[in-house]
């Protein structure tokens, strides 16, 4: 009896997450903020840009994302993780800073901070990917990298067009 009231106190006390490690849950909030930062960029892009090229990459950003933030979604839930809800104020940041500015110098911006994002995303994924504890979000990392890497190297190529 007294262990089926502690353990129904720790279950109260650590909520949804209690046996997450840290550090997976931490991969899926760092990864949800990212990718709902990189399809509320993608749809500024979509609107704001000036190249075809920006565009065009922009709205690969929101249809692989918004896909990828699905996949998230699933695999916080099979490992009772929680998925945040908005991008982190850092995010919030670039995006304001974005909305400021127009013609070349946005598509600059935007391409600069989709290699900067993008490379600090395949880092995080790449160790979830080896050192992940829970299977549904470690097997979600490596099979998103690809894709991830694939962005690197359109937002590397967008950078240089946008000189």
Excluded: C, R, W
């Excluded at 996949?71 to 974005?98: F, I, N, R």
């Excluded at 099979?143 to 190297?153: G, R, S, V, Y």
């Amino acid at each position: 009896m007294k262990l089926s009231i502690a353990l129904a106190l720790a279950s109260l006390s650590f909520g949804a997450t209690a046996g997450l490690p840290t550090s997976d849950q931490d991969f899926v909030t760092t990864a949800g903020q990212g990718g709902l930062a990189e399809v509320a960029l993608g749809k500024l892009a979509s609107q704001q840009g000036t190249s075809a090229a920006v565009k065009t990459f922009a709205q690969q950003m929101v249809s692989d994302h918004s896909k990828a933030n699905a996949g998230l979604k699933a695999a916080a839930e099979k490992a009772q993780a929680d998925v945040p809800s908005a991008p982190s104020e850092d995010q919030q940041a670039t995006l304001t800073h974005l909305k400021g500015l127009q013609g070349a110098e946005f598509d600059k911006a935007y391409a600069d901070a989709m290699v900067k994002d993008h490379k600090a995303t395949i880092e995080l994924f790449e160790k979830e990917a080896s050192k992940g504890d829970s299977g549904p979000i470690k097997t979600f990392a490596s099979t998103t990298l690809p894709t991830l890497k694939h962005h690197l190297q359109m937002a590397e190529s967008l950078g240089e067009n946008t000189k």
